[in-house]
T-cell receptor, first 115, second 114 residues
């Protein structure tokens, strides 16, 4: 039973298109995150939601819009895709927002390739 | 905000040798330090973590040490095996913060040669 599941696993699309990535966690956690991992492996936080409330919004182009319909789901919609958006996007969750002193559980990632 | 620096960026060792990865942090409020292992094409997974009320924690072949005064912490892997080859990330967080944010180092690519 996968704890944090993302779909799709691979996404290949053309520049200018709009795409969405979905994430679901069955751990009963309150807090969910989106990270971008570039080709140099750096894990950069993009957004965090706690119980459907946006709590972290890093300097990310407004073409990226997260949405959390409930605390078990966090989706990421990307408009007007650009070459520089090619990366692996990881969803993660943690028990709650009570500090960073919580292990974060990662999904398997979505590899986005822009042609 | 917090700044976590990780060294070295790449590390090659012979099977059976020890490997040490070091991280420094800037925010004295940080008090939680996890380490994640990411195998090629896989997700980052927590392998060990330490809180600032202890100086060392061990789990079989891996150990983490923390020096709060100097603001650095290290991952030690003994008797390395080829399956230890992966990218390792250190991170730091302030447990008193309500943001739930981890600050990651840039990663260390560890290669263990048979």
């Amino acid at each position: 039973d996968t704890a944090v599941s993302q779909t799709p696993k691979y996404l290949v699309t053309q520049m200018g298109n709009d795409k969405s990535i979905k994430c679901e966690q069955n751990l009963g956690h309150d807090t969910m995150y989106w990270y971008k991992q570039d080709s140099k492996k750096f894990l950069k936080i993009m957004f965090s939601y706690n119980n459907k409330e946006l709590i972290i919004n890093e300097t990310v182009p407004n073409r990226f819009s997260p949405k959390s319909p409930d605390k078990a789901h966090l989706n990421l919609h990307i408009n007007s895709l650009e070459l520089g958006d090619s990366a692996v996007y990881f969803c993660a969750s943690s028990q709650d927002r009570a500090g960073g002193g919580q292990p974060q559980h990662f999904g398997d990632g979505t590899r986005l390739s822009i042609l | 905000g917090e700044n976590v620096e990780q060294h070295p960026s790449t590390l090659s060792v012979q099977e059976g040798d020890s490997a040490v990865i070091k991280c420094t942090y800037s925010d004295s409020a940080s008090n939680y330090f996890p380490w994640y292992k990411q195998e090629l094409g896989k997700r980052p997974q927590l392998i060990i973590d330490i809180r600032s009320n202890v100086g060392e924690k061990k789990d079989q072949r891996i150990a983490v040490t923390l020096n709060k005064t100097a603001k650095h912490f290290s991952l030690h892997i003994t008797e390395t095996q080829p399956e230890d080859s992966a990218v390792y990330f250190c991170a730091a967080a302030d447990r008193g913060s309500t943001l739930g944010r981890l600050y990651f180092g840039r990663g260390t690519q560890l290669t263990v040669w048979p």
